[in-house]
């Protein structure tokens, strides 16, 4: 590397592409939907967009600050995963961007705003997930009332599986369930409206029927949320620190706050340029956690502190300050993934990428 870093997260632009291709061969023609929302999961929504422009038609975003951020990026059409606010309705509707609606007074809001073009949108239901949507008892007279607005145009229709990670069966149903709504708002209502319900677990899993278009996330970076699939997915982050000090420490020796770590007999401590205010999970102290130095485990001590930590490299030749270690990535044969530093944390591989501070510098290989 030409520049030096603390800590950083190093972006492989081809395994990016490479789960893309995943997708594809996985949803045919369906059109991608690339969610980029969370700065691209924690790993810089700019660049995976930009990496991604010949894959995508269109991406997906949480909120009108990021749709912003990234039309100036790109060209694509982008899709407001989540619920405007009143006061962003205007803009979202001068800038082209499409939002999620879950109700008849949002529809006429964006109406009352539209200039010569009605604005697009996507009419969202409500199946299972229970945090925005038309209620799915309540969606073909909800979705008629919406369609005769004038000024506003059905882009897509969609959905959210809740549980299509841990619940076949309930997710079988909902998919059955949206499919007959859907037979339904076409007979009754036509138009080249879309439909989308399948994310990456659906993706994976349930792809049999994938209607209209996918909205792929997690799995575009090369985390599969379920682990008989993470064979196809290539991780297209590795984030790594430096050894910023080495000491030998005598037997007894007490290692970070609380004391929770007493050296049991004379160990070779590293000191880490990272810690919780960068993104490494304070959870994994004391949790068996291990950092990659020179293809070897070496053991986290003590807990994690706001920018730094410790680990064990006793059984090391020659460990220097400024080498690298690996907090998430492969270094020779070893590998700490992040479904391993989600599961000694106690939480899930979104949360590991996308808490990852704006101080890791994201670096594009």
């Known amino acids: 590397m030409k520049e030096s870093y603390r800590c950083w997260a190093e972006i492989d632009r081809n395994a990016l592409r490479h789960n893309a291709k995943v997708v594809r061969e996985r949803i045919g023609s369906a059109e991608l939907l690339a969610v980029v929302k969370a700065d691209g999961y924690g790993h810089g929504m700019i660049g995976v967009a930009e990496a991604l422009a010949d894959d995508a038609q269109l991406f997906g975003v949480a909120n009108l600050e990021e749709a912003i951020q990234l039309r100036a990026a790109l060209p694509h059409p982008i899709m407001i995963l989540g619920p405007a606010l009143p006061e962003e309705r205007s ?8 939002p999620s609606i879950s109700t008849f007074e949002e529809a006429k809001d964006f109406e009352r705003m539209a200039g010569d073009a009605p604005v697009p949108v996507n009419f969202k239901i409500d199946t299972g997930m229970g945090r925005m ?26 959905t959210h599986l809740p549980v299509s990670n841990e619940d ?172 391993e530093l989600a599961e000694k944390a106690g939480t899930i591989t979104w949360e590991i990428t996308t808490r990852i501070g704006a101080r890791v510098r994201r670096v594009y290989v």
């Open 91 to 98: 803009t979202i509707v001068e800038r082209g961007f499409i």
């Open 133 to 158: 949507g038309v209620p799915e008892n309540e969606a073909f007279v909800l979705f008629k009332k919406v369609s005769a607005l004038r000024q506003i145009r059905i882009h897509s229709v969609s």
């Open 168 to 339: 076949a069966a309930y997710t079988r149903d909902e998919l059955l369930r949206f499919g007959k709504i859907l037979k339904q708002f076409r007979a009754d209502i036509p138009g080249d409206y879309k439909a989308h319900v399948l994310q990456s677990a659906g993706a994976l899993a349930f792809n049999q029927k994938v209607f209209d278009m996918v909205r792929a996330g997690v799995m575009l970076y090369g985390i599969s949320p379920l682990p008989e699939f993470q064979n196809l997915l290539r991780p297209a982050m590795a984030w790594k620190t430096r050894i910023a000090l080495v000491r030998d420490m005598p037997k007894g020796s007490s290692i970070s706050y609380g004391r929770t770590f007493i050296t049991p007999r004379k160990m070779r401590i590293a000191t880490l340029s990272a810690g919780y205010a960068d993104g490494y999970p304070r959870q994994l102290s004391s949790h068996d956690a291990a950092v990659l130095v020179r293809g070897q485990r070496c053991a986290l001590l003590g807990r994690v502190t706001m920018d730094l930590m410790m680990i064990d490299v006793s059984k090391i030749d020659n460990v220097e300050v400024g080498d690298e270690a690996v907090l998430m990535g492969r270094d020779g044969n070893e590998e700490v993934c992040c479904a």
